[in-house]
C-alpha cells in the first residue's frame, strides 16, 4: 500500500525528472501526469502533451481539462488538493507524481501540505548549468539561480523529515534498478519490472518536454555533454560559486 496519495518531485529542471516520472508511470499503482501546476504555461504557449498531441487531442487531457477549474487553468496558484485528488481516483490509482518542482515551493498550500511525499533528485551542477547554457542562458544568471533554488528544495526536504527523499540523477541513470527500488521502498510501493522499461508506455506529461537524448530507447543512459561543452572559466566559476551549497558537499567533486 502506497505511504503517500500524492509525491512532488523537487529539483532543477534538466535534473532527470521526466525519467523518473516515467518510470513511477509504469507502475500499475501509479499515475504521473507530468507538471501539473504549469498547465497554465502550457495552455498559454500552446506546448503540446508528451504524447505529442496538442492537449485538447490527447486521449487522457482531452477529458481532464474539462473537469479542470477555468480558473485553475488560468492560475496554477488556484489549483487545489481536490484537482490532484480527483485526477488520482478519477485513475483508479494509489499514487500520483507531479513533477512541477519549483511551483510546488511557490504554492501556497503545496509547499506547506504534509500529507504529499517529497523527493528530491539532485545532479551535478555542471551539468544543469550546461543544460541551461545550451538553452542560452548567461552563466551569472543561471549561477544565481541555482544557487537560491538549491537552497530552498534543500530546506524542503528537511522539513518533510521521513516524508522527504533524496536521489541523485547519476545513480538513477547507472544502476536504474537499484535506484528504483529505493524510490519503491520509500514510497511503500513494489518495484515492478516494467518501470525499467519506460518507454514501452504512452506518457500525458503535460509542460514535460522529452529531451530528444535516447527518447523512445528503453536504454536509461547518463547524458554527460557537459564534460565537454563546458569551458574552464565556467568550471572555475561553477566550483566557486556552488560547491559549498547544501546537498553538494561530499556528493559531487567540482574540482575534477
Ligand atoms: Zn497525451
Known amino acids: 500500500m502506497a505511504v503517500f496519495r500524492q509525491v512532488f518531485v523537487l529539483g532543477h529542471s534538466h535534473c532527470g525528472s521526466t525519467l523518473l516520472g516515467r518510470m513511477l508511470n509504469m507502475h500499475p499503482a501509479t499515475i504521473c501526469c507530468g507538471e501539473l501546476l504549469w498547465l497554465d504555461d502550457a495552455l498559454a504557449r500552446n506546448l503540446p502533451c508528451l504524447c505529442g498531441r496538442q492537449l485538447e487531442d490527447c486521449v487522457l487531457w482531452g477529458s481532464l481539462l474539462k473537469a479542470w477549474p477555468p480558473a485553475a487553468r488560468a492560475d496554477y496558484r488556484k489549483t487545489g488538493i481536490a484537482e490532484l485528488e480527483g485526477l488520482r481516483i478519477g485513475a483508479g490509482r494509489e499514487l500520483l507524481v507531479d513533477l512541477s518542482k519549483s511551483r510546488v515551493w511557490r504554492h501556497p498550500v503545496f509547499r506547506r501540505h504534509s500529507d504529499a511525499g517529497r523527493i528530491f533528485i539532485l545532479r551535478d551542477p555542471r551539468a544543469l548549468i550546461a543544460a541551461r547554457l545550451r538553452e542560452g542562458g548567461e552563466i551569472h544568471h543561471e549561477l544565481r539561480q541555482h544557487a537560491k533554488w538549491q537552497k530552498r528544495f534543500a530546506r524542503m526536504i528537511i522539513h518533510a523529515g ?54 523512445g530507447s528503453n536504454e536509461i543512459r547518463r547524458d554527460d555533454r557537459w564534460r565537454r561543452e563546458l569551458r574552464p572559466e565556467h568550471l572555475a566559476l561553477i566550483r566557486s560559486r556552488l560547491s559549498h551549497l547544501p546537498g553538494y558537499q561530499n556528493v559531487y567533486d567540482l574540482s575534477c
Do not use: N, Q
Open 162 to 215: 521521513s516524508a522527504g527523499l533524496i536521489i541523485r540523477y547519476e545513480d538513477l541513470a547507472d544502476h536504474p534498478e537499484a535506484e528504483i527500488r529505493k524510490v519503491c521502498a520509500f514510497l511503500g510501493l513494489d518495484p515492478h519490472p516494467d518501470m525499467l522499461r519506460p518507454s514501452d508506455g504512452e506518457h500525458h506529461f503535460v509542460h514535460s518536454s522529452a529531451s530528444p537524448y535516447l527518447r
